[in-house]
């Protein structure tokens, strides 16, 4: 457990705070809560950059980070449902496409090294964090752009799983002669 590893670990302590908070909210609880949210999303690019910047990347923090991620954006996602500002089918299709992912990286990695998140993956989560922002944010005009930046969300979340299982051709086979 390095530095950048323990930092997306920490990540998760924002899950219990945010289902607490956002349980019979008032503006101020959503506001802290968002805080607390954009906080733990900015722990998402530090860990990253720590990771690069002192040669740490390893093969726990590549299935580590990804997966603290998925609980991170899931938690308030499902509070969104709660709240009856999501339907559960669109949140569901975000939790069948992490979870695939997240199995997929465990199986891939029997086989080799274990597959980082690429720039896609990457994006999506941005496109979560933003949907999350817009519908934590107590504001109705906000939450309004939020739901459509959710629906932009999923369909980010799909193509870029799709394109993580997209089949690669290996170089020996891609090559012409
Ligand atoms: O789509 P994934 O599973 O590669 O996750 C991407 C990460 O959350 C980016 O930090």
């Given amino acids: ?6 930092i997306s670990f920490s990540r998760l302590l924002a899950v219990p705070f945010l289902l607490y908070g956002l349980h019979d909210p008032t503006p101020t609880s959503q506001w802290i809560c968002l805080g607390i949210f954009l906080v733990a999303a900015g722990t ?24 603290v991620d998925k609980l991170l954006v899931l938690a308030p ?15 569901f ?3 069948a496409r992490e979870l695939t992912i997240a199995g997929w990286r465990v ?12 720039f896609w993956g990457k994006l999506k989560t941005v496109s979560q964090i933003v949907a999350i922002t817009l519908l934590m944010i107590p504001i109705d005009s906000w939450n309004s752009i939020g ?20 089949p690669q051709k290996s170089p020996s086979t891609s ?3």
């Fill in 1 to 6: 457990m390095n530095l950048p590893n323990t």
């Fill in 93 to 95: 299709v975000i939790l």
């Fill in 77 to 91: 996602l499902l509070v969104f449902i709660e709240w009856n500002d999501l339907p559960a089918w669109g949140v």
């Fill in 147 to 166: 739901a459509i930046a959710f629906w932009v969300s999923v369909g980010l979340t799909l193509i870029s799983g799709l394109i993580y299982l997209w």
């Fill in 175 to 177: 090559s012409v002669n």
């Fill in 44 to 67: 998402d690019w530090l860990d990253g950059y720590l990771a690069r910047k002192l040669n740490q990347v390893t093969e726990l923090g590549k299935f580590l980070d990804p997966l």
């Fill in 107 to 118: 199986n891939s990695s029997l086989s080799g090294p274990i597959a980082g998140a690429n």
